[in-house]
Every structure is written in structure tokens, then in C-alpha cells.
């Protein structure tokens, strides 16, 4: 696997950048839910559709968090891209032995308070317009490891009536220990249908 190796340098642009970005490219960002988030590690659990996902969550980060960013990438897209490591992107292959050594490294990296981990578990992209998701295991094992601060992250981009496009976060935190008796995909999906109505009430008031 390949692991993630700061740079401070790398660390400072890539913020600043994703920030940069986001608001040359959408008319406007909103987020709605709660932003609020404990003192230890998080986990951040986001639906993946774009390009732009990970520059979303790096925004909400320097924006909310302020903590270490990492996110975990497919290995054959990291190996395309190893800028990203740079700035905490870490690989998991699709299948094999080394998934488990990205699982562990990823639960390392959430035994630090200071640590931010992204994770989109669907493992591919996803178009908006699908109501339910599916997730692979990694995200509910190092929930029940871990006992980090867990994020659900809704994006949705849209354009209304305008000719730029804006982006809507939705935050809402998880709790394993209440609900649906821990299930973090039952959860997620149930908060992105709630995300889609918001949306789709949105749409007839822009």
C-alpha cells in the first residue's frame, strides 16, 4: 500500500487551493446540520460522485475541523496521482491481502485526536440521482474499533435557475450506539433520502 507523507508546503497549497477552486467554480456553498465536532479523531463518510469529493471535504475541513486531512484512494488512482499523498492520501487495492493493511493503517491513523479520515465507501462513483447506496465494510470496521467522532457528508450540486452551478453540504453526526443499533449504511442512506428532499424543496424556491 502507499502511505501518506505530509509536506507541509504540499499540505498549505492543497488548502488553500480547494478553497480557491470551490468558489471560482460554484455560484454559491451552502452547508446545512451540524458543523460541531468532539476533540478526538473523525471520521468522515461522504458520497462519492465527482472529481471535486475530495477537495470538498479538504474545504470543510480548513472551513469547520482544522484537522490532519487523509483520505483513503484506490490504489490505481493514487499510483496516477502521487501528489496526492502529499496532502494524506493513502491506496487500498480493490481486493487482496493488502486491503487489510490499509484497513489497519487507517485505524492507526484514527487513534490520533488530530487526525481527519475521509472515506467514500461506496469504493466508486456514484451518480446523484441514486436513492440508495451501497457501501463496502472498511468505514463500519473502524467505526467499531475505533470509537472515533463520525460525520456523515452529504454533497449535492446543483444549477436551478442559474447558469453556474452552487454546491449544498449536508452534515448530520453518527451515532453507533442509538437508531438503527449501529448500522452506519442503514444511517447514511436514510440521512441522504432526507438530504434529496431538502434539495428537491430548494429547487422550487430558487
Not at 474545504?59 to 482544522?66: D, E, I, T
Not at 488512482?77 to 491481502?97: D, M, N, T
Not at 452551478?165 to 449504511?185: A, H, M, Q, R
Amino acid at each position: 500500500m502507499i502511505k501518506a507523507v505530509h509536506h507541509p508546503l504540499y499540505t498549505w497549497f492543497f488548502k488553500y487551493y480547494s478553497r480557491i477552486m470551490i468558489h471560482k467554480h460554484f455560484r454559491k456553498v451552502l452547508v446545512e446540520g451540524d458543523s460541531s465536532v468532539g476533540s478526538g479523531s473523525l471520521l468522515v463518510v461522504a458520497n462519492h460522485f465527482s472529481w471535486w469529493d475530495g477537495f470538498f471535504i479538504s474545504y470543510l475541513n480548513s472551513r469547520f475541523w482544522n484537522k490532519r486531512f487523509h483520505v483513503m484512494m484506490l490504489e490505481k488512482q493514487l499510483k496516477k496521482r502521487l501528489f496526492f499523498r502529499r496532502v494524506g492520501a493513502f491506496s487500498i487495492a480493490e481486493s487482496g491481502q493488502s486491503v487489510i493493511s490499509s484497513l489497519r493503517y487507517a485505524r492507526e491513523l484514527l487513534q490520533k485526536e488530530q487526525n481527519l479520515l475521509t472515506l467514500f465507501p461506496q469504493g466508486h462513483f456514484t451518480a446523484q440521482a441514486a436513492h440508495t447506496l451501497k457501501f463496502e465494510k472498511g468505514a463500519q470496521y473502524l467505526i467499531d474499533t475505533t470509537g472515533c467522532g463520525v460525520k456523515m457528508v452529504v454533497v449535492l450540486v446543483d444549477y436551478f435557475s442559474h447558469k453556474k452551478p452552487s454546491v449544498f453540504f449536508y452534515l448530520k453526526n453518527f451515532d453507533p450506539s442509538v437508531g438503527d443499533g449501529g448500522s452506519l449504511v442503514e444511517s447514511y442512506n436514510q440521512f441522504y433520502a432526507e438530504s434529496l428532499r431538502k434539495q428537491n424543496q430548494k429547487a422550487l424556491l430558487w
